[in-house]
């Protein structure tokens, strides 16, 4: 379904052309309100309907194989985390569903790596990555090496 | 030209595409290079950019090793067998030991992972994949890469790598231009990581018209990665190895999940199982030990991605289509119907669309499936992409030089796609790479590798008037012609992007000839690309959007140019079902148990093959149960 927009909802704030990664959002210079400008680039992602906050931005189904009749909406509440989705079937049948999509405050769970205690000499030349060997098992256990996993690299072959 | 010229120096690692191996690389880097310059050059906007724009519903790549459920040895064993055995292991068994600690970050930083009640352990959708609320993976990544690099220069189509003057085979930075402003912008920088994604859209896509644009992978991977790195002179690694995909018909949604956690199954038009009476026939082509149901149906040895493709095209060929997924049973608990329906809104949205507009509801319908048209990637079940080095305790010293991921241009490191010969990275692997890879750089940098580099005004001045060449050529040449696309002096993208899709499909062995090809076919491919390489010459481009889309087309055919040398060189059937030289329709192990490597010569075009090893560190098959492994 590539993208339309309602020309009475737009105000072309210019939020969907921010976001859409197939730069095919774009703002009408005569009308200074956004259209879809190449529908058959568009994978119907949804992150520039997300993005809109008019809701001025709705889908309709490809039309090569898509019957008219049908919508399916979306309301991205970051403060809340959640998701909610409405699908509307061409007979008129209704699905509605809602997903979390963070479990903390936007962005507090990450670390900024210029401020931790940097890597030692032994860590740089060891296999180590961030957070290493703790974040892999989250007990005492060591990196895999292939001594432990009892492997040898056998030779190279070309049978 | 107007444009301005933007030059940011002194860059210690540069990210080429910010998806999920280049959130990684930039995140990862500032922890081994807290003093160095981190910069980010994405052609769209790193918040919602790269396969993961919508979201996923699953991480496909997850040992669990902290459950006792797989070590890293278990994945490099399954991804071997999906890959009819042609795998980087060394670097496939880095990643694997990594992968975890990626994943585990992930939940820390708020992304929602689904857990199983009783045990606590994470909810699996199958022994690799766990099932997570992903709408906001990418936003998610995307926050961490951006708390650590210096500036995210989003809207940048990079088009070229930079190279040393001062020094063969280094490379120096990367150019490119502002899809908005039209800036040219140089970026010189002692390391690069490519991050740039796989390649969709290179074959004939199934839709037609509007449609075209629901394709299985996203329509702006460009194959940008694989341009650059053949264009500095990288050698590449199993290119051959296209994907086609069994999907849910025309959305082409995910069918992971229908699989593997609501136990959904296939059959044919006349409601019968099929699968399995394509075995006998097919073990004849690739031999019994790559196929051997018995075996499979004992042990953990899955069935290969490819050959369960190849039962579903045979099917469909001797008139028994269409092949529906029976949904109908497990669409009746309330729980699976609803993680079915979320699958496709957390990462297809299309699929759900889809159906609303047909009236399909899976409870009371199965929906069809099909097979898509050939895509060009490393992270899937495919391992397409840039010949790295591995790491050096695991790799033989013919697979290292030095520094991990790093390619065999100097300084040059990939990431997800990028890297060949690592199927089943994913999402989660990619990143891993990526932090891999910027760990890798930061040391190439810190051990003095990265003296002396020297870019050369000329360099910069000749990358420059060849980036925006299609906008001169449309001024030049658009007042020849009253109106329109019709041109006797130029073509416009989208004409170029259909020559090369139709010649792909029918010659490289796409969807319209049932996925065949030989060498004839082949070596007409060929000649054809090469004579549309003089037309890309011609390429016009009407504004800076069209400019964007000529980069992507030049991406996209330096991509298939390789492919096909690839798909020449390996005289046989590797992967039934994703591809048929129907000259040499065997599996051909005693001539082709390697990978193949390639190297296109920058100055004179030419491509030179040869045959690379592969290194073996596991067992067809496990000798233990995984969970008693440790
Ligand atoms: C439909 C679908 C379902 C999937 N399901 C799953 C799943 O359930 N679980 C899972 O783990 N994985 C899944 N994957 C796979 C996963 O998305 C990929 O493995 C992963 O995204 C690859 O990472 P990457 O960094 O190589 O590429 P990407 O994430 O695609 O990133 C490439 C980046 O490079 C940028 N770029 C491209 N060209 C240029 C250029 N010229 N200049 C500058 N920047 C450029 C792009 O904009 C993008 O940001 C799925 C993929 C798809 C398409
Ligand atoms: S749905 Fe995605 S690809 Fe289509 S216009 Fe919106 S953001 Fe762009
Ligand atoms: S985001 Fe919505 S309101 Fe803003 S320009 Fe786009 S369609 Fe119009």
């Known amino acids: ?159 | 030209m107007a444009y301005k010229t933007v030059v940011e120096d002194d860059i210690d690692v540069l990210v080429v595409g910010g998806g999920l191996g280049g959130t990684g690389a930039a995140w990862e880097a500032r922890f081994w290079g807290q003093d160095k310059k981190i910069i980010i050059a994405e052609k769209a906007n790193i918040d919602r950019s790269g396969a993961v724009a919508q979201g996923l519903y699953a991480i496909n790549c997850y040992m669990g090793t902290r459950w006792g459920e797989n070590n890293p040895e278990d994945h490099v064993r399954y991804a071997r067998i999906d890959l009819m055995g042609m795998v980087r292991e060394d670097l496939l068994f880095d990643m694997a030991r990594h992968v975890d600690s990626t994943v585990h970050q992930f939940e820390d930083w708020g992304l929602p992972i689904m857990r199983n009640s009783k045990t606590g352990a994470y909810l699996r959708e199958g022994r690799w994949q766990i099932m997570i609320h992903g709408e906001s993976y990418k936003p998610i990544v995307a926050e961490a890469a951006k708390k650590s690099a210096d500036k995210v220069f989003n809207r940048i189509c990079v088009t070229h790598l930079l190279m040393d003057n001062a020094k063969e085979n280094r490379v120096a930075g990367a150019v490119g231009f502002n899809v908005r402003t039209g800036d040219y912008h140089v970026f010189k920088s002692k390391t690069v990581i490519v991050a740039a994604g796989g390649a969709s859209n290179i074959f004939k896509p199934r839709s037609v018209g509007e449609g075209a644009g629901r394709v299985w992978y996203a329509p702006w991977s460009s194959g940008s990665a694989y341009g650059l790195m053949i264009d500095a002179g990288a050698k590449m690694t199993q290119m051959e190895n296209r994907i086609v995909l069994a999907r849910f018909k025309d959305g082409y949604g995910p069918v992971g999940a229908y699989f593997l956690h609501l136990k959904t199954y296939t059959q044919n038009g006349v409601g019968e199982e099929y699968e399995s009476k394509w075995f006998p026939e097919l073990q004849k082509m690739v031999g019994k030990e790559y196929l051997d149901p018995e075996v499979s149906h004992r042990t953990h040895r899955p069935i290969p991605t490819c050959l369960r493709n190849h039962a579903l095209i045979s099917e469909v060929n001797a008139g028994r289509g269409p092949i529906h997924m029976v949904t109908m049973h497990a669409f009746q608990d309330p729980h699976l119907e609803e993680v079915g329906w979320e699958n496709f809104l957390g990462m297809t949205v299309g699929q759900a669309v889809l159906w609303a507009a047909t009236d399909v509801d899976p409870k009371s319908e199965n929906p069809e499936l099909t097979t898509s048209e050939p895509y060009v990637m490393g992270s899937h079940a495919t391992g397409a992409g840039g010949w790295a080095s591995g790491p050096e305790d695991v790799s033989p010293p013919e697979y290292f030089w030095g520094y991990n991921r790093m390619m065999t241009v100097e300084g040059l490191f990939g990431a997800g796609d990028a890297v060949g010969g690592t199927p089943h990275a994913f999402s989660s692997g990619s990143f891993t790479e990526g932090r891999l890879a910027a760990k890798a750089a930061c040391k190439y940098i810190d051990d003095g590798k990265a003296q002396g580099i020297r870019v050369s005004d000329d360099q910069i001045e000749q990358r420059k008037k060849e980036i925006f060449a299609p906008l001169e050529r449309y001024k030049v040449y658009r007042n020849e012609i009253v109106a329109g696309t019709v041109s006797p002096s130029y073509i416009h993208p989208k004409q170029g992007l259909d020559r090369l899709q139709k010649l792909m499909d029918e010659y490289c062995g796409g969807v319209t000839v049932n996925y065949m090809t030989n060498e004839k076919l082949l070596n007409i491919c060929l000649k054809k690309l090469n004579i549309m390489e003089e037309d890309l010459d011609c390429l016009a481009a009407k504004d800076l959007h069209e400019l964007l889309r000529a980069w992507e087309l030049k991406h996209r055919h330096r991509t298939a140019e390789c492919v096909t040398h690839h798909t020449l060189f390996r005289k046989e059937t590797r992967w039934p079902g994703y591809y048929y030289r129907g000259d040499a329709m065997k599996l051909d192990d005693e001539n082709w148990h390697v990978l193949t490597v390639s190297r296109r010569d920058p100055k004179t075009g030419e491509y030179t093959m040869e045959k690379a090893p592969c290194y073996h560190l596991v067992d067809k098959d496990e000798e233990k149960p995984a969970a008693a492994a440790e």
């Open chain 1, 1 to 159: 379904m590539p993208t339309f927009v309602y020309m009475t909802r737009c105000d072309g704030c210019g939020h969907c052309v921010d976001i859409c990664p197939s730069d095919i959002m774009h703002i009408d210079p005569t009308y200074r309100r956004a259209y879809n400008i190449e529908p058959d680039m568009c994978w119907e992602c949804y992150s520039c309907v997300k993005a809109c906050p008019q809701n001025a931005i709705d889908a309709r189904g490809y039309a090569d194989f898509a019957p008219l009749g049908h919508s399916v909406r979306v309301r991205r509440e970051e403060e809340k985390g959640t998701i909610s989705w409405r699908i509307k079937f061409r007979d008129g049948r209704e699905k509605n569903f809602v997903s979390p999509i963070t479990t903390k405050p936007w962005g507090e769970g990450i670390p900024q790596l210029k401020e931790v205690a940097g890597p030692n000499k032994d860590m740089r030349d060891s296999q180590l990555l961030y957070s290493e060997p703790k974040y892999i098992r989250m007990d005492e256990g060591d990196l895999h090496t292939l001594q432990k996993a009892g492997l040898k690299l056998k030779q190279g072959v070309y049978y």
